[in-house]
Structure formats: structure tokens, C-alpha cells
């Protein structure tokens, strides 16, 4: 009975120790929150396994989340929610059965999952979709993307831009009774970055007439060159999206050569005759004091322009918007930022929001103090915590009275 005790004991040690991760005490919910990182690092760990052993690709495993998540479009008393497909790459529609005669607000979603995992099926942004639907009367696309690493750059890109530049077609709203002055773009995370660019392309394009009133980006990645911003320093081991998840979502989008992976986690990518990008993500001048504070910034150092050559997507405002020139990213829209304080793409986002009003574009920063990455997805049970539940309150709020 003696070792039985012993044996209990030592494992229940065991799975503390393994559940058990520092989160800040403001954060509400967080040993909820241990738990949920444990079952993600756990698929990750398997991931890992099954990918050295060449029984399975790591992403393979990850999308074992999504899978699981994955719920059937469902129409309600109050939205009709249907899959389709819009210039052949898959939408679900939601389309708000109140006053059916009026002219709706739109909104473009684009999922996250660091372009290799996620779906717009998947039950958080089905609910979300759906709550957005309701509160706005709005019709929803939300996109499905092709996924890497099966698909590299710039395919998810370019999937998201051929049903933004379908969508915005007059006979398109049209057909769905949009005002075509009332449209939005929004995304969070690889989504935030892939509604960022698009948003940045459009501007460009003599065949789109009609413009978007108003970009939405939650805690969007948009950078590619300085992996040891102060966020990525802080946040290192964050729940979600630790920074090594980080290095292998955006490797992963370009390329599986494992070169690419390594530059980035020695900070070593931009070619010498590139060195004119450092300022866009130079982040003690872009970020406020408060975010600096204990950092001292040191410029990343090159890396060899055989990378960049071989694989110029890592340095395309497609894939890094925060790299396009100051005069790319005038006339961009309304922009609301949603930053999270525990994310190591935290400085992303807040660097954007200094370079858009630099350039005269009105911006509403919203920065969730006890946030980790990941937040909105946090909305539907077994997963619920409060600080899902805020930011897409404050997310469809804000919609209802910009959008």
C-alpha cells in the first residue's frame, strides 16, 4: 500500500510539473489556461515524435486540433450559415435573416493557425462569424485558405486575395445586398497578417473600384527580420504560440528547407544590400517607452544573400506587411489593432500601428493587458475564458460602430 502511495504521489508530481507554466496573475483563468497549454504542448510533443520517426509531417499532428473543432455549417432563427465556394477557393456564408430588404455591412474573415492549420468550420470562428452575423446584421465570408507547408507561399496569399477581389465586385455585393461603402477586412494572427497584406495589395489594383471602409487585424504576425523584439524576449514561453512555434509556422509558409529555420532562430536573414528594411521593425523608435522598458536594441545581424535569393518570400510585404514602404501603406483604410500584453507578435502589432499613423492613416489600438495570443479562439466550451469572451465583445462593438 506503501509504494502504491509512493508510485501516486510521485506521478501526480509528474503531471503538475508538466501542467504547471508561469502565467501572469492578472491573467483570469490561467491554471484553466495550464491545462489547455499542456494538451497543446502535448499534440506538439507527439507532432515532434512522429515527425523525427517519418511516421507523420509535424503540421499533420497539429491539425489534429483543427479536426477536432470542426463543426457542420448550421443555420439558425437568425443566420443562414452555408459552405460554398467563391472563385473556387471555400467560403462559409453567413447571411443575417433580419430585415432582409436593407443594405448589410460585410465582413471578409480570415482565419489564423500560422498558415499550416485552422478553418473558418472550426467551432470558435463559426461562433464568432456567427455572433458578428447577429449583433451587425452583416453577411460573413469567411475564407478557407490552402495550408502549408503542402501549399507554400504565397498561395495562402493569393486564395485570399482572389475572394477579396471577387467579393468586391458591384454585382457580387449585389447579389448579397452589401453596401458596397460598408465592407471590412478582418483577420487574427496568420490571418491578421494575411488581411494586412491583401489590404496593402488592393490599393494597387486598377480592377477593384470599390474600396474597404475599414481593416480589422487581432494580434497579427507582420514581421519577418527581428526575432528578438522585446515581445519575443518576454513572451518566449507564452502559452499558445511560444516563439520556437513561431520559427516553425513562418519557416514552414516559405520553405521546408531547414536553412531558413535555422537563420531565424540565430536572428541572421536580411542580405547586406537589403540592410534598408532594419527600419521598418527598428523597434526603439516604433515602440512606446513602456513597451521598451529593460530592452536594449541591438540591430539583427545579415544573413547571406544566397537565402535571399533562393527564398525571397520571407522579405515579400505578402507574407511581411510591416516591410512595405511608407508609401504602400497610405491610403490604407480605418485600421483597429488588437495587441495582446503575453504574445510574442505583440510588437508587431503595436510597431504597425506607429508606421500607419506616421503615415496618415487613422488607427484605434486596442491592447489587452491580461491577454494571452490566441484570445479570441477562447469563446466556446469547454475552452471558455474571459479573456476570449472580451476581446470579441470589444471586437463586434467596435465593428458596430465603425463598420
Request: charged fraction near 20%; include cysteine.
Given at each position: 500500500?506503501?509504494?502504491k502511495t509512493l508510485y501516486l504521489l510521485l506521478a501526480s508530481v509528474l503531471v503538475a510539473y508538466y501542467i504547471y507554466i508561469p502565467i501572469p496573475e492578472n491573467v483570469e483563468g490561467r491554471w484553466k489556461l495550464m491545462f489547455i497549454s499542456a494538451v497543446f504542448?502535448?499534440?506538439?510533443?507527439?507532432?515532434?515524435i512522429a515527425d523525427k520517426l517519418g511516421l507523420a509531417h509535424y503540421m499533420d499532428i497539429l491539425m489534429m486540433i483543427t479536426r477536432i473543432e470542426i463543426i457542420p455549417p448550421v443555420s439558425d432563427e437568425k443566420v443562414t450559415v452555408t459552405d460554398t465556394k467563391?472563385?473556387?477557393?471555400?467560403?462559409?456564408?453567413?447571411?443575417?435573416?433580419?430585415?432582409?430588404?436593407?443594405?448589410?455591412?460585410?465582413?471578409?474573415?480570415?482565419?489564423?493557425?500560422?498558415?499550416?492549420?485552422?478553418?473558418?468550420?472550426?467551432?470558435?470562428?463559426?461562433?464568432?462569424?456567427?455572433?458578428?452575423?447577429?449583433?451587425?446584421?452583416?453577411?460573413?465570408?469567411?475564407?478557407?485558405?490552402?495550408?502549408?507547408?503542402?501549399?507554400?507561399?504565397?498561395?495562402?496569399?493569393?486564395?485570399?486575395?482572389?475572394?477579396?477581389?471577387?467579393?468586391?465586385?458591384?454585382?457580387?455585393?449585389?447579389?448579397?445586398?452589401?453596401?458596397?461603402?460598408?465592407?471590412?477586412?478582418?483577420?487574427?494572427?496568420?490571418?491578421?497578417?494575411?488581411?494586412?497584406?491583401?489590404?496593402?495589395?488592393?490599393?494597387?489594383?486598377?480592377?477593384?473600384?470599390?474600396?474597404?471602409?475599414?481593416?480589422?487585424?487581432?494580434?497579427?504576425?507582420?514581421?519577418?527580420?527581428?526575432?528578438?523584439?522585446?515581445?519575443?524576449?518576454?513572451?518566449?514561453?507564452?502559452?499558445?504560440?511560444?516563439?520556437?512555434?513561431?520559427?516553425?509556422?513562418?519557416?514552414?509558409?516559405?520553405?521546408?528547407?531547414?536553412?531558413?529555420?535555422?537563420?531565424?532562430?540565430?536572428?541572421?536573414?536580411?542580405?547586406?544590400?537589403?540592410?534598408?528594411?532594419?527600419?521598418?521593425?527598428?523597434?526603439?523608435?516604433?515602440?512606446?517607452?513602456?513597451?521598451?522598458?529593460?530592452?536594449?536594441?541591438?540591430?539583427?545581424?545579415?544573413?547571406?544573400?544566397?537565402?535571399?535569393?533562393?527564398?525571397?518570400?520571407?522579405?515579400?510585404?505578402?507574407?511581411?506587411?510591416?516591410?512595405?514602404?511608407?508609401?504602400?501603406?497610405?491610403?490604407?483604410?480605418?485600421?483597429?489593432?488588437?495587441?495582446?500584453?503575453?504574445?510574442?507578435?505583440?510588437?508587431?502589432?503595436?510597431?504597425?500601428?506607429?508606421?500607419?499613423?506616421?503615415?496618415?492613416?487613422?488607427?484605434?489600438?486596442?491592447?489587452?493587458?491580461?491577454?494571452?495570443?490566441?484570445?479570441?479562439m477562447f469563446i466556446t466550451s469547454p475552452l471558455i475564458l474571459p479573456m476570449g469572451q472580451k476581446v470579441a465583445n470589444n471586437y463586434i462593438e467596435w465593428l458596430n460602430k465603425n463598420l
Amino acid at each position: 500500500m506503501g509504494n502504491k502511495t509512493l508510485y501516486l504521489l510521485l506521478a501526480s508530481v509528474l503531471v503538475a510539473y508538466y501542467i504547471y507554466i508561469p502565467i501572469p496573475e492578472n491573467v483570469e483563468g490561467r491554471w484553466k489556461l495550464m491545462f489547455i497549454s499542456a494538451v497543446f504542448r502535448t499534440v506538439g510533443h507527439l507532432g515532434a515524435i512522429a515527425d523525427k520517426l517519418g511516421l507523420a509531417h509535424y503540421m499533420d499532428i497539429l491539425m489534429m486540433i483543427t479536426r477536432i473543432e470542426i463543426i457542420p455549417p448550421v443555420s439558425d432563427e437568425k443566420v443562414t450559415v452555408t459552405d460554398t465556394k467563391f472563385d473556387g477557393i471555400p467560403v462559409r456564408l453567413y447571411l443575417p435573416k433580419g430585415q432582409p430588404d436593407s443594405l448589410k455591412r460585410a465582413v471578409i474573415y480570415i482565419h489564423g493557425g500560422g498558415w499550416c492549420v485552422g478553418a473558418s468550420a472550426m467551432e470558435p470562428y463559426d461562433r464568432l462569424s456567427r455572433w458578428t452575423s447577429e449583433r451587425l446584421d452583416a453577411v460573413i465570408m469567411s475564407v478557407d485558405y490552402r495550408l502549408a507547408p503542402k501549399y507554400l507561399f504565397p498561395v495562402q496569399f493569393e486564395d485570399v486575395y482572389k475572394v477579396a477581389k471577387y467579393i468586391l465586385q458591384n454585382t457580387v455585393l449585389e447579389q448579397y445586398n452589401v453596401d458596397p461603402s460598408r465592407v471590412c477586412i478582418s483577420g487574427d494572427s496568420a490571418g491578421g497578417n494575411l488581411a494586412a497584406a491583401v489590404a496593402q495589395q488592393l490599393l494597387d489594383d486598377p480592377d477593384v473600384k470599390v474600396k474597404l471602409k475599414i481593416q480589422v487585424l487581432i494580434y497579427p504576425a507582420l514581421q519577418t527580420i527581428d526575432w528578438n523584439l522585446p515581445s519575443y524576449q518576454d513572451n518566449e514561453n507564452m502559452p499558445v504560440l511560444p516563439k520556437s512555434l513561431m520559427v516553425k509556422f513562418f519557416s514552414e509558409y516559405i520553405t521546408p528547407d531547414i536553412s531558413l529555420k535555422k537563420a531565424m532562430e540565430t536572428n541572421q536573414l536580411v542580405p547586406p544590400e537589403l540592410s534598408h528594411l532594419f527600419k521598418f521593425v527598428n523597434w526603439s523608435i516604433l515602440l512606446p517607452e513602456r513597451f521598451q522598458k529593460g530592452h536594449v536594441y541591438t540591430r539583427p545581424k545579415h544573413g547571406s544573400s544566397e537565402l535571399g535569393q533562393k527564398y525571397p518570400g520571407f522579405l515579400d510585404p505578402r507574407a511581411a506587411p510591416l516591410l512595405a514602404d511608407d508609401i504602400k501603406l497610405r491610403g490604407l483604410p480605418l485600421t483597429y489593432m488588437i495587441t495582446c500584453q503575453y504574445d510574442v507578435l505583440r510588437d508587431d502589432g503595436i510597431m504597425y500601428v506607429s508606421r500607419l499613423r506616421e503615415a496618415g492613416v487613422p488607427v484605434t489600438h486596442y491592447h489587452v493587458e491580461d491577454a494571452v495570443h490566441g484570445a479570441i479562439m477562447f469563446i466556446t466550451s469547454p475552452l471558455i475564458l474571459p479573456m476570449g469572451q472580451k476581446v470579441a465583445n470589444n471586437y463586434i462593438e467596435w465593428l458596430n460602430k465603425n463598420l
